[in-house]
């Protein structure tokens, strides 16, 4: 079973920056793909960005130049620079671990998530 532990969200005023960090542990298998998604009030959960272990990342439209997601796959941990953050960005943001089996067996695995709230 793998656990994901999820810290650095909080209160930033528009324009500032944030730094999420989430570390996996409990895992036996290599973590294929780790990312952050997240859920506003109201809305459904969405993808921010995700970056896998042999180095490709994706983002999200509405993120694209203002979050940088980064991984260190010795220490299975992934971090998400928020910069130049807007209000819309607040929300509950969400660390994603994936490991992929053959015959397309897919394990996922969710952290508790962490308040990110931009005030204008």
């Known amino acids: 079973q793998v656990q994901l532990v999820e810290s650095g969200g909080g209160l930033v005023q528009a324009g500032g920056s944030l730094r999420l960090s989430c570390a996996a542990s409990?895992?036996?298998?290599?973590?294929?793909?780790m990312g952050w998604y997240r859920q506003a009030p109201g809305k459904q959960r969405e993808l921010v960005a995700t970056?896998?272990?042999?180095?490709?990342?994706n983002y999200a439209d509405s993120v694209k130049g203002r979050f940088s997601i980064s991984r260190d796959n010795d220490k299975n941990t992934v971090y998400l620079q928020m910069n130049n953050l807007k209000p819309e960005d607040t929300a509950v943001y969400y660390c994603n671990a994936e490991m992929r089996f053959l015959l397309g067996i897919v394990h996922t695995y969710w952290g508790q998530g962490t308040q990110v709230t931009v005030s204008s």
């Open positions: 409990g895992s036996r298998s290599v973590i294929n793909v």
């Open positions: 970056a896998s272990n042999g180095g490709t990342s």
